[in-house]
């Protein structure tokens, strides 16, 4: 960890040195999410709910999510553009290094720049909660946290997974944007209005329904998920980084290199 932030310092210098640049690139990822929340707005100003979900409650999944995914953005950027290393031989000199690969890759690049996105995220996510009628305990209130921490840890694995497959085809990572930027979207809306076989993949597989619509239930003390064990159920989505690096270290093991 030691090392990770030394990485992550030294690329915030960096940005920093171009400072009018980082604040305007800052700005555009806050209006850029923030127009998607005004048709999300109108939307609901035609329809009062969807599938009996009222806006606010919307809103709380719309800020979760993104703030999970500016956080990713921003601390496994490296992974996002790893085909190139792959592509160029670079990778090789990342092997003979006494540190972990996924920890180098991990700090070749930062994109602190997020913070604009992060920033709009959070406002939604304030908003929600404040306009909510939920009686807070402890347990929602780690609840709250481990949704944003659960979905930093999805789609992180996500990177992490397309990255991989990197090893095989440098084209994997278009279909990354399926999942991430897709599942993104996806999530700003409750799992329950989609159908059945994309609410199994997306709870079994990807399990974003961890902190989703699971712990959303929890929070409104919903019929049958008032048991306070749902309160850790975003855990799954921590988890699901324990099979994204495991698939990570296969790909790497068997790695062929360029000999370039």
Known sequence: MKLFFKYAKMWLKSQLEYRMSFILLSIGQFFVPFFVFIGMYLLFQRFDNIAGWQFQEVALLYGSIHMSFSISEALVRGFDSFSSLVVTGNFDRLLVRPVSTALQVLGSKFEFTRIGRLLQGSIVFTWAIVNLSITWTTLKVICVLLMVIGGTFI????????????????????????FTDGGREMSQYPLSIYAKSIQKFFTYVVPFAAVNILPLNYLLEKPGYTFWGYAFIPLIGVLFIIPALSFWNFGVKYYKSTGS
Do not use: D, H
């Open 155 to 178: 789609m992180s694995g996500l990177f992490i997974i397309f990255a991989t497959m990197s090893f095989w085809t440098i084209q994997g990572l278009e279909i990354a944007n399926i």
